[in-house]
């Protein structure tokens, strides 16, 4: 194996998002060094754990290396078999979780899946029902439900829209629509008529035009929608027009849409709603 290659591996007893979160986080440290990550979840087990084991073990063998292995497994025999192996283990839960049994001065549940699992199933609720919301009104669809909406996110095409509004009702519960900017609507220098009656709502997105060229060849190559001259104009015409209507807007080329979301929380003052 290239000697600035690791193996690693991030297991869970549940869905493995807080484990896959928080090794992504912590490898990405280390750019030099190019990371095999093989996610591992619902390993609730023992069973399971000595299937993940021998996966671990071969990995050792066919590398030379000993993987790297982040964990967050409640169970303590689960948890044995998993360090038992020919890895480097890193204990995700442990590092936390016993200095908080310290300062709060009690034991912790020991529970499996409490972060991401039903227990809470009206939060649950709250992020399907902002999900839906979210899909009904992509793309300007369904203007006539924006008083629902929390925010709109206005843009124009392909600057990221879609997806940070799914992230916002995933994540946040949040009602999140987005409206789509068009030519004709461009050229009259001014927000929508449909927009201007829930400006308060208003968030916008914009990109780097050369990026935002690049999206467009690779998704619908089309001559005129996809050129040079294009996309300047649109992301022209769209900052002039967020600034002229004191509309807040985020450059969404260098920004993952997790850094998007939690942004817009920020800059609007909306809360999670569950």
Same mark, same amino acid.
């Given at each position: +194996?290239? &000697?600035?290659?690791?193996?690693?591996?991030?297991?869970?007893?549940?869905? $493995? #998002?807080?484990?896959?979160?928080? %090794?992504?986080?912590?490898?990405?440290?280390?750019?030099?060094?190019?990371?095999?990550?093989e996610i591992l979840p619902f390993i609730d087990s023992q069973v399971k754990a000595n299937r993940a084991v021998e996966l671990?073990?071969? /990995?050792?063998?066919?590398? %030379?290396?000993?993987?790297?292995?982040?964990?967050? *497994?409640?169970?303590?025999? #689960?948890?044995?078999?998993?360090?038992?192996?020919?890895?480097? @283990? @890193?204990?995700?839960?442990?590092?936390?979780?016993? &200095?908080?049994?310290?300062?709060?001065?009690?034991?912790?549940?020991?529970?499996? %899946? *409490?972060?991401?699992? +039903?227990?809470? /199933?009206?939060?649950?609720?709250?992020?399907?029902?902002?999900?839906?919301?979210?899909? =009904?009104?992509?793309?300007?669809?369904?203007?006539?439900?924006?008083?629902?909406?929390?925010?709109?996110?206005?843009?124009?095409?392909?600057?990221?829209?879609?997806?940070?509004?799914?992230?916002?009702?995933?994540?946040?519960?949040?009602?999140?629509a987005n409206y789509p900017l068009t030519d004709s609507e461009l050229d009259s220098n001014r927000l929508p008529e449909v927009? =201007?009656?829930?400006?308060?709502?208003?968030?916008?997105?914009?990109?780097?035009?050369?990026?935002?060229?690049?999206?467009?060849?690779?998704?619908?190559?089309?001559?005129?929608? /996809?050129?040079?001259?294009?996309?300047?104009? =649109? #992301? /022209?015409?769209?900052?002039?027009?967020?600034?002229?209507?004191?509309?807040?807007?985020?450059?969404?080329?260098? +920004?993952? #849409? =997790?850094?998007?979301? $939690?942004?817009? +929380?920020?800059?609007?003052?909306?809360?999670?709603?569950?």
């Amino acid at each position: +194996m290239d &000697p600035q290659s690791r193996n690693a591996f991030i297991i869970s007893d549940r869905t $493995a #998002v807080t484990a896959e979160a928080l %090794g992504n986080s912590l490898l990405s440290q280390f750019p030099t060094v190019r990371f095999n990550i093989e996610i591992l979840p619902f390993i609730d087990s023992q069973v399971k754990a000595n299937r993940a084991v021998e996966l671990i073990n071969q /990995a050792n063998v066919e590398s %030379g290396q000993k993987p790297i292995v982040f964990a967050t *497994l409640v169970d303590d025999d #689960v948890r044995g078999v998993i360090s038992r192996s020919d890895c480097e @283990f @890193f204990d995700l839960f442990d590092t936390f979780v016993n &200095p908080l049994e310290l300062v709060l001065g009690t034991e912790s549940s020991h529970k499996v %899946g *409490l972060s991401h699992g +039903m227990s809470n /199933a009206q939060g649950y609720t709250a992020r399907i029902g902002a999900m839906n919301y979210a899909l =009904e009104t992509d793309d300007g669809i369904e203007t006539r439900s924006y008083r629902r909406a929390q925010i709109i996110i206005v843009g124009v095409s392909r600057s990221g829209k879609t997806p940070t509004c799914l992230y916002l009702a995933l994540q946040y519960g949040v009602y999140a629509a987005n409206y789509p900017l068009t030519d004709s609507e461009l050229d009259s220098n001014r927000l929508p008529e449909v927009l =201007e009656a829930h400006k308060d709502k208003l968030f916008g997105l914009t990109i780097d035009p050369f990026r935002l060229q690049q999206i467009r060849q690779e998704r619908y190559n089309r001559a005129s929608y /996809a050129s040079a001259r294009q996309c300047q104009y =649109e #992301v /022209a015409q769209t900052e002039a027009i967020f600034r002229r209507s004191n509309v807040m807007f985020l450059n969404s080329t260098q +920004m993952s #849409v =997790e850094e998007l979301g $939690a942004k817009i +929380m920020q800059k609007t003052g909306l809360k999670r709603q569950y």
